[in-house]
């Protein structure tokens, strides 16, 4: 069956998260001072299972001077909120790009691709939480931890705020910073056992600050965030931008079993946002690939390309590519 390597992947089989290698470096270096407690292979000090279940890497770390790394577009399977203490920052989410100063709060969706610095990053000290809900596609319910003690209407409509927002970066006031502030504070002081009594009532005052803020912006919710049609949407974008996936052999019901969805389901959402069949679109964007190669690699034989962009043979190839660009792959080679 096809890897997708971002979200569409059952979670105990094969989907990744980014691990933020290139911090880990800079730790293992000495270029970046880091203090954080983190599992699933965040760097950090290592959480035990009963200890914050849910919680991926909490911490901040402390970049003096202009750093010669930095977080390319990457993924986080959990809800991330970051905020800048000191310095300057680059954030970039999806197509937008913000230049993040002191008290800026930034809120990351699951999966939402993100990155931070520009490619550098610079003297700045950077507090974050990534909390994993449980979402694996974005019509998935989120599922809060039990040792969060908001009431069950104030996490619902905290998950609404967070999941049908597309507000990235905030300007906080000091309340909010404080958490962090405290939180980086806990572990400083007790970095051979951390008290996690503490540190679960602050993320928990950090929680509670974060949903009084968001409930006094005027936000403009988009419930299309969280649908199976934005579900089937993504898993598109992935096809299209990325090449390795573009070229696996897929099935109908393989692209619907990686949606979470039944194959009648998917093939309906699949024509009402392309207005084709999933083969057909699948093909349509190999065919585009293949041209892109016909043109770049002018002594790669077209048999070669072919089984490149996922074709299983050159006759198939060569029909699917005459109808959808009206001529040979040949005859578009030497146009």
């Keep these: 069956m096809p890897k997708l390597p971002f979200i569409y992947i059952d979670h105990d089989k094969t989907y990744t998260a980014d691990r933020c290698k290139a911090l880990t470096q800079a730790v293992l270096q ?3 001072r880091l203090n954080a407690l983190a599992r699933s292979g965040y760097p950090g000090q290592p959480l035990r299972k009963n200890q914050l279940p849910g919680v ?6 402390d970049a003096v001077g202009i750093q010669d790394w930095g ?12 905020v800048l203490e000191t310095g300057t920052l680059a954030f970039r989410v999806d197509k937008q790009k913000f230049n ?12 939402q691709p993100h990155s931070l610095g520009d490619p550098l990053i610079n003297p700045g000290r950077l507090h974050w939480l ?14 809060w931890p039990d040792w969060l003690v908001l009431t069950h209407d104030d996490l619902k409509k905290l998950t609404i705020l967070l999941s049908q927002n597309e507000n990235l970066v905030w300007h906080v006031g000091p309340e909010m910073l404080l958490c962090f502030q405290q939180i980086a504070q806990t572990l400083d002081n ?11 009532v602050l993320i928990n005052q950090l929680f509670l600050s974060l949903l009084d803020m968001l409930r006094q912006q005027r ?36 692209m619907a079993q990686h949606c979470g969805l039944g194959v009648t389901h998917f093939n309906h959402l699949c024509k009402k946002i392309t207005n084709m069949t999933p083969a057909r679109y699948l093909n ?40 959808i660009k009206g001529c040979s792959p040949r005859s578009y080679r030497l146009q």
């Excluded at 977080?71 to 970051?82: K, Y």
């Excluded at 990534?130 to 974005?138: H, N, S, T």
């Excluded at 993504?234 to 099935?251: A, C, E, V, Y």
């Design 30 to 32: 000495g270029k970046t």
């Design 56 to 61: 991926l890497s909490v911490g901040y770390w």
């Design 71 to 82: 977080l390319p577009i990457h993924r986080n399977e959990g809800i991330e909120l970051t």
């Design 100 to 111: 993040l100063k002191p008290q800026d709060l930034t809120i990351t969706r699951p999966w």
């Design 130 to 143: 990534i909390l994993d809900v449980g979402v694996r596609r974005p019509h998935q319910r989120w599922i």
């Design 190 to 200: 007790e970095k051979s056992s951390p008290n996690i009594s503490r540190l679960a």
């Design 219 to 254: 936000i403009s919710l988009k419930p299309d965030l969280t649908t199976t049609q934005r579900t089937v949407e993504l898993f598109f974008d992935n096809l299209r931008n990325n090449f390795s996936q573009l070229t696996q052999p897929w099935t109908t019901a393989q």
């Design 284 to 323: 349509y964007y190999r065919v585009e690939a293949a041209a892109q190669l016909l043109n770049r690699n002018k002594n790669k034989s077209i048999t070669d390309i072919a089984f490149a962009c996922g074709f299983n043979s050159s006759q198939y190839f060569a029909t699917i590519f005459r109808q």
